[in-house]
């Protein structure tokens, strides 16, 4: 049996779930239909310039409450979360491609019918986000990484970070699953530089993850490894403004070199936070919210 429908039938048992949940959904979240599945997404709303967030796993949407606040005033601000994570159920046939998470990135804005945004992804998930500018480029105005390095810097790091039996289809699949609020919990600990913001990260996934939330983590992993790092969907438009937040105190990234990006993005600029680890954006909401300001609303 292909791991992508292993996840869909695991996580289509916790559908009731995430439908009750549903039913309590705050106004702006919603399901909404993608040629790749239903992902549910929460739009603040506005006539700000529209800015674009996908969760990097195991967090959710529910961990960006403190940075929309700080930006819904200047921004229209919106999060969604990409199959096979939080409240989006992974579909049968979605193997967490390059060219498969860059159409459910390009269908949204699309779906949305946006003006050209700003793109916030982190890790992986920042692939996507360059393969989805050769598909949807008048529709990104600028791209804003986060803990994104070369891809193959992210598959040399998978090798060291990663056990091998979550690289192993199927049986990956089957330990992710069943092991996925402690794996949340393990990997926060890990990642995350403050250890009572651990806590609160931890706390807000492993609740999702018990109201019939996704982490196909395994997934993930076995489609970026397969992927080719030279492939050309990872060469964004020369033009096109990048900008790269590396949390320095990612005790996971050690050995990572975040200007190995270039290799992608030529035009990269990196904007370090000492004490930030894996998740910059939702670690320092305040310094990252004013760097949004600064490269994204006029003087």
Partial sequence: MKPARIDALLYGTLAGRRERVAAGW?????????????????????????????PDGPCVIEHYAAL???????????????????????????????????????GLLESLAL?????VMSCVNGFYAMAATRLARARIARLVLC???SLAAMQRWTERMVPSPITTPVLGQLLSFFSRRRIATGWYRVAVADREQQAVFSRTARTALRQGGCYCFAG????????????????????????????KADRSHKRTDP???????????????????????????????ALLRRRCLPA
């Fill in 115 to 119: 003006p050209p945004v700003t793109l």
């Fill in 26 to 54: 705050p106004e702006g979240m919603r399901w909404v239909p993608t040629t790749s599945g239903t992902i549910r997404v929460l739009d603040g709303g506005g006539d700000g310039h529209p800015v674009v967030f996908a």
């Fill in 220 to 247: 993930v992993v076995q489609g970026m490894l397969a992927t080719d790092a030279a492939d050309p969907q990872l060469q964004p438009p020369p033009d096109l403004p990048v900008t790269m937040v590396w949390g």
């Fill in 259 to 289: 200007a190995s990006l270039r290799a992608h993005c030529p035009q990269a600029e990196i904007v370090p936070i000492a004490d930030a680890g894996h998740f910059p954006e939702l670690e320092a909401p305040e310094a990252f919210a």
């Fill in 68 to 106: 929309r606040a700080l930006l819904e005033p200047d921004f229209r601000v919106i999060v969604f979360d990409l199959p096979g994570f939080g409240f989006s159920a992974p579909p049968a046939d979605y193997g967490h491609r390059l060219s498969e998470g860059a159409r459910v990135v390009a």
């Fill in 147 to 149: 803990q994104t390095p």
